[in-house]
Structures are given as structure tokens and as C-alpha cells.
Nanobody
Framework: QVQLVESGGGSVQAGGSLRLSCAAS????????MGWFRQAPGKEREGVAA????????LYADSVKGRFTMSQDAAKNTVYLQMDSLKPEDTAMYYC??????????????????WGQGTQVTVSS
């Protein structure tokens, strides 16, 4: 059964850091592409970071480049999102997702079909 479980969200002040974790079932992790997405109230879900779990390559949205880092622990079927220098505009529900194959757009919401329940990140100014 496909399963993704996020954790690590919370409330921080601007400039602070958080690390999100996403534990995947072994089958889900083997799909090779996993991503982090976020959705703020009243806004569309957007891609934040994506990783090819076999080769380790990563992609980031321009809005988070240099501040967020996606990594993995393959032995634990887990991916992480280290978020530094957080800004109030980073406030959103963050979701982990897995793609069934090679996505057309690595940060494209439509290319992912397995989603976690989300974890809230709130950044205060």
C-alpha cells in the first residue's frame, strides 16, 4: 500500500529553521522521484523541491534556492527538507509526494500521484 507520512512542521520566527521528514513505504520510495510541495491558504499547490532518489539529483523552486535542501536516507526510505532562513511567505501546508514514473515537470503537481497528509509550517515575522 502506498504510504507517505510527513513530520517536522511547526512554528518558527523569520530567519529560523525547520527540518521536515517524509517516511515512505518501500514500494513508494522505489518510484525514484519524490518531491516536496506546499500550499498556502487561498493559493494553488506549488512544487518546492524534487529528487531522483536513485541518483540523488535535486531541483528547487527559485523561491527556495539557497535556503532549502532536500536529502534522503535510502536505508530508511525517508526524504528530508531542511528549511533555513525561513520567511513569513514560506508559511504553508507542506506535502511529500511520489511520482509513478519520470515526471514531465519534476516540480509539477500533476506528475505526482501519491501524497502524504501534510505538515503545517508557520513562520512569523
Amino acid at each position: 500500500q502506498v504510504q507517505l507520512v510527513e513530520s517536522g512542521g511547526g512554528s518558527v520566527q523569520a530567519g529560523g529553521s525547520l527540518r521536515l521528514s517524509c517516511a515512505a513505504s518501500r514500494y513508494t520510495y522505489s518510484t525514484n522521484w519524490m518531491g516536496w510541495f506546499r500550499q498556502a491558504p487561498g493559493k494553488e499547490r506549488e512544487g518546492v523541491a524534487a529528487m531522483h532518489t536513485r541518483y540523488g539529483g535535486t531541483l528547487y523552486a527559485d523561491s527556495v534556492k539557497g535556503r532549502f535542501t532536500m536529502s534522503q536516507d535510502a536505508a530508511k526510505n525517508t526524504v528530508y527538507l531542511q528549511m533555513d532562513s525561513l520567511k513569513p511567505e514560506d508559511t504553508a501546508m507542506y506535502y511529500c509526494a511520489a511520482a509513478p514514473g519520470t515526471p514531465i515537470q519534476a516540480l509539477g503537481v500533476r506528475d505526482y500521484n501519491s501524497w502524504g497528509q501534510g505538515t503545517q509550517v508557520t513562520v512569523s515575522s
